[in-house]
């Protein structure tokens, strides 16, 4: 499957169902036209699993609000959640292994540790007194 490009209108769409793979990049940043091949040749082995890019140089608001501040960075998302960001190129045999990894999580389990870490960072401290 070859990759798509991604916009500030287009990526909640594309992110929300299945694996998503976002590699965030500019045109004159050296390790991000390292990587861009790899990221390609990957894509084409794996169907099932969407390669997008975004250029952070056209889409600012997108690459700010994924606070973005380094590239390139890959994100990974699984049914809407982020489960992986990382700053700098991967090789093929790395991301190859996050790949797997990915898709051998159980969402299930994400889904009710994501809950967990939500509802924890809604409840106030222990220990805080009221005035």
């Given at each position: ?14 992110i929300k169902e299945g694996t998503v793979l976002v590699d965030f990049w500019a045109p004159w ?48 998302f699984r049914d809407g959640i982020c489960i992986f960001q990382q700053a700098g190129a991967l ?41």
């Amino acid at each position: 499957m070859a990759t798509i490009e991604l916009t500030e209108s287009t990526f909640d769409d594309t992110i929300k169902e299945g694996t998503v793979l976002v590699d965030f990049w500019a045109p004159w940043c050296g390790p991000c036209r390292q990587f861009a091949p790899i990221f390609e040749k990957v894509s084409e082995a794996h169907a099932d699993v969407v390669f997008a890019k975004v250029n952070t140089e056209e889409e600012t608001a997108l690459a700010a609000s994924a606070q973005i501040s380094a590239i390139p960075t890959l994100m990974a998302f699984r049914d809407g959640i982020c489960i992986f960001q990382q700053a700098g190129a991967l090789g093929a045999s790395a991301l190859e292994s996050l790949i797997e990894k990915i898709q051998s999580l159980d969402m299930d389990e994400v889904r009710k540790a994501v809950a967990e870490q939500e509802a924890a960072e809604d409840s106030p401290a222990s220990g805080s007194g009221s005035f």
